[in-house]
């Protein structure tokens, strides 16, 4: 049926040898892409069965959401702030039945050993909070990538695991800088020694 669908010729790579395990996955792959216009199989965490429920779920036109806000929200990942008299008195996602959240949900729980910036992202958020918040927010995210990917129709790089952890050196660093000239200090980095 997917065959069908299929109104654009998305080039993969090189297929796998026919027969072998790997083909069968290959193909579902090359006719999903054919279907959508991108791989959304290369995002972290995506496999091709997960990318198949998202993609029977919502097909490949997300125009009847007017922005990645709406479409998340209509996947129940967006916390849903109740702020009285300016405090905060809950910020949890409302439960939802949604096959797509709950695909994402699981390839957001596959990510924890990936070496990949999704992984690390995982992993960094599992520090700071409790693992099924931390699921939930990475979910968020694969859920804004899969967005932007149909929408623009670009591809999925993955910058790894190292150029995550980089920039959020640098981030730190430079908030550190910030609250250290804000108290009128200044902050010189350790030369090394030789």
């Known amino acids: 049926m997917l065959d069908e669908l299929g109104q654009r010729e998305v080039d993969l790579g090189k297929a796998p040898r ?3 395990k790997l083909r069968v996955e290959f193909d579902i ?10 791989d959304l199989t290369r995002i972290n965490g ?19 959401f007017a922005n990645v806000k709406h479409f998340c ?5 967006c916390p849903g702030t109740k702020i009285s008299g300016g405090k905060v008195l809950s910020a949890s ?8 959240r709950q695909a994402l949900k699981l390839a957001a729980m596959s990510l924890s050993h990936s070496d990949s910036a999704l992984g690390a992202f995982y992993r960094r958020l599992c520090a700071r909070m409790d693992k099924p918040r931390a699921n939930t927010a990475v ?9 932007f990917i149909l929408t623009r129709g670009e591809a999925f790089v993955d910058q790894g695991q ?23 200090f200044q902050i010189n980095p350790i030369g090394t020694a030789t």
């Open 162 to 184: 190292q150029h995550y952890e980089d920039q959020q050196r640098q981030r730190s660093s430079a908030a550190l800088r910030r609250r250290a000239t804000a108290l009128g």
């Open 29 to 38: 792959r090359q006719t999903m892409a054919n279907w959508v216009g991108v």
């Open 46 to 64: 995506l496999g091709a069965t997960a990318v198949l429920k998202v993609l029977s779920e919502i097909g490949p036109d997300l125009s009847r």
């Open 93 to 100: 996602t409302k439960r939802s039945a949604n096959r797509v």
């Open 18 to 20: 026919a027969g072998s």
């Open 139 to 147: 979910a968020h995210k694969l859920a804004r990538m899969v967005y």
């Open 73 to 77: 929200s209509w996947l129940g990942l």
